[in-house]
């Protein structure tokens, strides 16, 4: 017998391989043999998992392990096992999008990255899940895939059909209309048992997601352009909406409610289970109570054939945080672009969002693999399919599982089943679908903090009022904590805005350029301060009228502060205080200067009349406080009227940027100041001007003359650049550089010339002998006008006319006139 050829043995060896591969059950079909899987979800959950994991075990050979935890104990041993990286003893995670955020900004310490795998699972039927959950259930903040959908969480409402027949009562479209139906039917029996129920399944339970039977309220009142919109936070300032007119009415209409609602302790779960048992007439809530009723149908009363679907309750009316007002959507359609025919606003809520899967990163690739294939299994149309209509948690997300024949088979009523269906659809389709929460501490915003208030004011612990100021304040407070700019990135992203865009690198520079100025200027003025008090008795500050340059280093302090305060953040706040600093400190500078003008013309003038009358420095400084009076009462008609703001401006789409800018409605309010500080300047050249004409010799006129005539350019120009130029950026840098130039100019030539004077130990002359001399000289005539100007004092006994003549000299007391 002849031993068989080398080659026929090796054919031989290859076909046993063959045959080996279709055996099945063997090691080619089962690529997760011998692993292990470790799953975390909430323990109601878990029942799904366990009663579908043995079929999955068989197919790929690994051993899964599900672990079921309360709700508040959920995300603390998720953050643990995340936290210890390699070593983390569990596989997958299944949890609500509400963790999502914070499970993947970790790096290495977080979830794995799942885009890839998904896109080459052709398995998992990825376009057949609702748009709304792939994004929100499974897409972090960078766009990438790190979870794969299980559960489609969102409210809709729940009716008894038989109930609303049989009372005329059509299904509610706003919540007006849903409290006026539970008032009606309250108390009445609804199951035949002869006990009194309630017309609302409203869950108020404490710490588990009592929260979004509030927040399904507000919604409608406060987002009505659609899920970019958002309801919790401004998405410009992450500033809590909770104190908006919305929000507040919001809170108003679920007290209102709870009063036609069953005992403080019943939970979510309570809720959707004693809905089917037809304990209720209305239920806003979860899909689950679908087909817990179809279980009922051999039960003495069941409600299988008796329940409806349909979009929350909206509102006709809804509040607009921007204009501070409210929209009546009948009257002002254009204004509610995605409310219904009738002007109704709906926001369906997607409370919780839905449960998602997500496999940690830093284990390792085995581990990697096999939690991703159970997950996707889970997910896969074959295994969801079952089980969305089995009642135990897992909520519809796919097109797929609104299935007519489906939802018979499995027990449903055909006409029930074909209500729910439309009223789902619709629900899980609306353009306006409100957003929750998924972000950096979601679980402390909602489930601590939002909750523990909840608890609270359903104690009567405290009030309506107190509950939005102190959600108000604990959620700002938790924004502030964490990091307000990276919050706002996370929100926006969570909505579907585009992440927010920084400010221009220009605008910035421009700020330190005015910081730095300002600074200059501040330090300048506190030199001429201190110089002042140092020199205070020296004359030439006594004849300068030293009370009257206190005045003017008071005014361009608070210039120069206002412009500092400007450039180092534009914010409301900063805006209206710049205003009052602004046009406080230019007055009393221009008022100082003009009136300082207008005594010494008075001086002047009097003199050269022979009057008597005396002017004294405390009239003048009164007549300041009342030059004053109407500054004062303009700015404080313009901070209650029309106070300025602080806006943003387009964002530049080439570079993500926008700037700053502070404004107000309307113009008017700075007219009505440039108006009358224009009259006031013109009254002081006038008066300098004159002065100077008399007294060529009186320096304080002249330097009074050019500041007043620098308050006329600043003012000018700056005006008529803001009014030309396009730039917002441009227009900033010189609305604050006039407003410096403005204020330090008169300090400069008020106290430079007097500084230069007492180091030179020049003699100071008195605006008496100049006016004495003055006077001297217009009795003398034209030959006298050189010794009037070169300031000499006025020498004793006759004085000569320009014929030779002499003049005996007046016995007029000078003194008395311009004292």
Request: with cysteine; proline share 4%.
């Amino acid at each position: 017998m002849c031993r068989p050829s080398f080659l026929n043995a090796l054919l031989l060896l290859l076909i046993c391989l063959l045959l080996l591969c279709l055996v099945p059950g063997t090691v080619a079909q089962r690529p997760h043999e011998g692993v292990i899987l470790n799953v975390l979800t909430l323990d109601v959950i878990a029942q799904n998992l366990e009663r579908n994991k043995a079929l999955f075990e068989e197919r790929t050979g690994a051993t899964v392990i599900v672990h079921g935890k309360a709700f508040a104990a959920l995300y603390g041993q998720i953050d643990t096992e995340l936290r210890s990286g390699a070593n983390s003893v569990l596989d997958a995670f299944i949890f609500p999008p509400q963790f999502l955020v914070d499970f993947t900004t970790r790096g290495e310490n977080g979830l794995e990255i799942l885009t890839e795998r998904v896109a080459a699972d052709a398995s998992i039927d990825w376009l057949d899940v609702f748009p709304f959950f792939r994004r929100f259930n499974s897409v972090g903040i960078d766009g990438q895939v790190y979870t794969i959908p299980l559960d489609g969480d969102m409210h809709a409402l729940y009716y008894r059909t038989d109930v609303l027949e049989s009372h005329g009562i059509a299904v509610p479209r706003t919540w007006e209309e849903f409290a006026a139906a539970a008032e009606q039917l309250h108390g009445e029996d609804f199951n035949g048992d002869g006990v009194p129920d309630y017309a609302v399944c409203l869950a108020r339970g404490p710490r588990f997601q009592g929260g979004y039977f509030l927040l399904h309220m507000i919604a409608p009142y406060l987002q009505r352009m659609g899920t970019d919109e958002g309801f919790f936070f401004d998405v410009d300032t992450m500033e809590p909406l909770a104190l908006q007119e919305g929000f507040r009415a919001g809170v108003e209409m679920y007290m209102r409610l709870r009063e036609f609602g069953p005992p403080l302790e019943w939970n979510v779960v309570d809720a959707m289970e004693q809905m089917a048992a037809g304990r209720c007439a209305l239920a806003p809530t979860w899909a689950n109570v679908g087909p817990i009723s179809r279980d009922t149908r051999h039960h003495a009363f069941s409600t299988w054939d008796k329940l409806g679907v349909s979009l929350l309750p909206g509102s006709e009316d809804v509040w607009d945080r921007v204009q501070q007002r409210w929209i009546h959507c009948p009257d002002e359609l254009v204004e509610c672009p995605l409310a219904s025919g009738d002007g109704v606003n709906h926001a369906p809520l997607a409370a919780n969002g839905g449960w998602a899967g997500g496999v940690p990163a830093a284990i390792s690739q085995e581990r990697r693999d096999a939690a991703y294939a159970f997950l996707a299994f889970m997910s896969s149309p074959e295994i969801s399919n079952q089980d969305v209509l089995a009642g135990q948690a897992l909520d519809p997300y796919r097109a797929g599982h609104f299935d007519l024949d489906r939802w018979v088979a499995s027990g449903f009523d055909r006409a029930s089943a074909l209500n729910q269906i439309e009223g789902w659809t619709a629900t899980l389709g609306h353009p306006n679908v409100a957003a929750d929460l998924r972000m950096n501490g979601a679980d402390e915003y909602m489930n601590v903090i939002l909750d523990d208030l909840m608890w609270a004011m359903n104690n009567n612990n405290i009030t309506q009022e107190q509950f939005v100021q102190q959600l108000y304040s604990r959620w700002n407070g938790l924004t502030e904590s964490l990091g307000r700019a990276e919050q706002r990135r996370q929100y926006r992203a969570l909505i579907g805005l585009p992440p927010p865009a920084e400010e221009n690198d220009l605008s910035l520079v421009m700020r330190i350029v005015i910081i730095v100025l300002c600074a200059i200027a501040l330090a300048l003025s506190v030199f001429f301060a201190v110089f002042l008090a140092v020199q205070w008795r020296n004359q030439h500050f006594v004849y300068g009228n030293r009370i009257f340059m206190v005045v003017q280093l008071l005014g361009g302090v608070l210039t120069f502060c206002g412009a500092i305060v400007l450039a180092s953040d534009i914010t409301d706040a900063t805006c209206q205080v710049t205003t009052w600093l602004f046009a406080v400190g230019i007055f009393l500078i221009y008022l100082a200067l003009i009136l300082r003008a207008v005594h010494v013309y008075y001086l002047v003038a009097a003199a050269m009349k022979f009057s008597q009358r005396r002017l004294t420095h405390l009239q003048v400084m009164i007549a300041l406080v009342v030059a004053m009076l109407p500054v004062l009462v303009v700015l404080v008609v313009w901070q209650v009227v029309d106070p300025f703001e602080a806006k943003a401006s387009e964002i530049d789409l080439s570079n993500d940027t926008y700037t700053v800018f502070c404004a107000c409605q309307y113009p008017w309010w700075a007219v009505s100041l440039f108006v009358y500080g224009g009259v006031w300047l013109v009254i002081g050249v006038y008066a300098a001007i004159v002065s100077r004409s008399l007294a060529p010799a009186l320096k304080e006129s002249r330097a009074i003359a050019l500041s007043a005539y620098n308050g006329i350019v600043c003012g000018g120009l700056g005006l008529l650049l803001a009014l030309v130029v396009d730039s917002l950026d441009a227009i900033f840098f010189i609305v604050c550089l006039c407003a410096l130039f403005a204020a330090l100019v008169p300090l400069i030539l008020s106290f430079v010339p007097k500084l230069y004077a007492i180091i030179k130990n020049e003699e100071a002359v008195s605006s008496k002998a100049l006016i004495r001399r003055a006077f001297e000289c217009r009795r003398c005539g034209t030959a006298c006008q050189q010794c009037a100007r070169t300031g000499m004092t006025s020498t004793s006994g006759p004085v000569s006319s320009s014929s030779g003549a002499t003049t005996p000299r007046t016995t007029t007391n000078m003194d008395s006139v311009v004292a």
